[in-house]
């Protein structure tokens, strides 16, 4: 299985910061990566696919980039609802795996 | 607009058969598309269950392969999940959701609600 690692577990932020979440796969799983946001008691929502597109109706403060093993989730001038847990997730070879999430929180 | 609901029951007793469905409303599964199982534990991350399409192929999880059955009823617009000889650790939320464009790789774009079964005698 490919592993999923994310760095920060947890991240204490402002509104209007700029925040950088990175996750890192076991193997090289190419552009397969997502990103997702989940709010207590929500599923979770789809922000970036294939790495670096962003999903239709996200805000352009979310963009993503990386390939191969590593990957970056930026969240541009961060906003109240922004406050949330971010999950990333590889596509790339059975089992589909999750990271273990980074929960952004209100400094 | 697409959406999806799960039903089942919240609680079963260790040993038996979680069963799930997931209804699709705003989109024929016959069409196309493939559709998803995902649990997160009280508290844990997300796992992958496993993805049928809508020619009732399928790909599981490993981990659970032995004990779980995803099937597709196009007449009725749903898809169920079936998860025998639970213990405490199957307790989960369980989202259906589905998988994005038509290429079975893509990230799930639409997701239910979630539903809560707790394993409990």
């Known amino acids: 299985d490919v592993q999923m690692t994310q760095s920060p577990s947890s991240v204490s932020a402002s509104v209007g910061d700029r925040v950088t979440i990175t996750c890192r796969a076991s193997?090289?799983?190419?552009?397969?990566l997502a990103w997702y946001q989940q709010k207590p008691g929500k599923a979770p929502k789809l922000l970036i696919y294939a790495a670096s597109n962003l999903q239709s109706g996200v805000p352009s403060r979310f963009s993503g980039s990386g390939s191969g093993t590593l990957f970056t989730l930026t969240i541009d001038s961060l906003q109240p609802e922004d406050f949330a847990t971010y999950y990333c997730q590889q596509s790339n070879s059975f089992p589909f795996t999750f990271g273990p999430g980074t929960k952004v929180e209100i400094k | 607009q697409v959406q999806l609901q799960e039903s089942g029951p919240g609680l079963v007793k260790p040993s038996e058969t979680l069963s799930l469905t997931c209804t699709v409303s705003g989109y024929s599964i016959s069409s196309g598309y493939h559709w998803v199982w995902i649990r997160q534990p009280p508290g844990k991350g997300l796992e992958w269950i496993g993805t049928?399409?809508?020619?009732?192929?399928?790909y599981y999880n490993p981990s659970l392969v032995s004990r779980v059955t995803i099937s597709v009823d196009t007449s009725k617009n749903q898809f169920s999940l079936k998860l025998n000889s639970v213990t405490a650790a199957d307790t989960a939320v369980y989202y259906c959701?589905?998988?994005?464009?038509?290429?079975?790789?893509?990230?799930?774009?639409?997701w239910g609600p979630g539903t809560m079964v707790a394993v409990s005698s």
């Open positions: 959701a589905r998988i994005l464009g038509g290429d079975l790789l893509n990230p799930f774009d639409v």
């Open positions: 193997q090289g799983i190419s552009s397969w």
């Open positions: 049928v399409d809508h020619r009732d192929s399928t």
